[in-house]
């Protein structure tokens, strides 16, 4: 059974920083492309990172490219995502999800249906 289990949101002040963590069981990341995906109130959840298994591809959406990283620790089973100058319009539910598909050229990613809680992220202005 797949199962992953999203941390380190928290509230922050525009301008901060937050490192989450995606904790992978039942699924290896070192074979799966994996992605970041966030869902503000009131809108339809978007990808945002990808990664593939190798970890030499990755790719941004525009408005998080140059701000955010996305990384994984195959030792540990676990991807990461590393957020600096943080938005109030980064303010959302974050979750992490392995692609069954994914566009490079247009940084487009098809997440199998394996959600987790996900992890709130709040930025203040």
């Known amino acids: 059974q797949v199962q992953v289990v999203e941390s380190g949101g928290g509230l922050v002040q525009a301008g901060g920083s937050l490192r989450l963590s995606c904790q992978a069981s039942g699924l290896n990341l070192a074979i799966n492309a994996m992605g970041w995906f966030r869902q503000a109130p009131g809108k339809e959840r978007e990808g945002i990172s990808y990664i593939n298994w190798s970890d030499v591809s990755t790719c941004y959406t525009d408005s998080v490219k140059g701000r955010f990283t996305i990384s994984r620790d195959n030792d540990k089973n676990t991807l990461y995502l590393q957020m600096n100058d943080l938005r109030p319009d980064d303010t959302a539910m974050y979750y992490c999800?392995?692609?069954?598909?994914?566009?490079?050229?247009?940084?487009?990613?098809?997440?199998?249906?394996?959600w987790g809680q996900g992890t709130q992220v709040t930025v203040s202005s």
């Open positions: 999800a392995p692609l069954y598909s994914i566009d490079w050229s247009r940084c487009q990613g098809r997440p199998h249906n394996f």
